[in-house]
Nanobody
Framework: QVQLVESGGGLVQAGGSLRLSCAASGRTSSSYVTGWFRQAPGKEREFVAAIRWSGGSTYYTDSVKGRFTISRDYGKNTVSLQMNSLKPEDTAVYYC?????????????????WGQGTQVTVSL
């Protein structure tokens, strides 16, 4: 079992920045991948970014490339999502998730373990 706790959401004006963190505990593995997903009201959950624990390869959905950066603090088992130049359309509940298969995370927006979610609201 892996437990995930997200933090860092909030309200920010368009053009501003927020940093989300996802702390993992439990039976973690160096083969895991951490993904960030978001779900806006009335919309399906969508993949945002992911990082593979081994090697640190990163993946982003097109709409956030150049604005969001995913990174991992190996010592703290924490993955962060730095979000810059935020837009109102980034408003959503953001979830972090962990899985052993990066393809399942990136291509199918699926994962075995999920956090509780944190609200990000971007105002005009």
């Amino acid at each position: 079992q892996v437990q995930l706790v997200e933090s860092g959401g909030g309200l920010v004006q368009a053009g501003g920045s927020l940093r989300l963190s996802c702390a993992a505990s439990g039976r973690t593995s160096s083969s895991y991948v951490t993904g960030w997903f978001r779900q806006a009201p009335g919309k399906e959950r969508e993949f945002v970014a992911a990082i593979r624990w081994s090697g640190g390869s990163t993946y982003y959905t097109d709409s956030v490339k150049g604005r969001f950066t995913i990174s991992r603090d190996y010592g703290k088992n924490t993955v962060s999502l730095q979000m810059n130049s935020l837009k109102p359309e980034d408003t959503a509940v953001y979830y972090c998730a962990v899985d052993s298969d990066y393809r399942r995370v990136i291509l199918a927006s699926r994962a075995e373990y999920w956090g509780q979610g944190t609200q990000v609201t971007v105002s005009l």
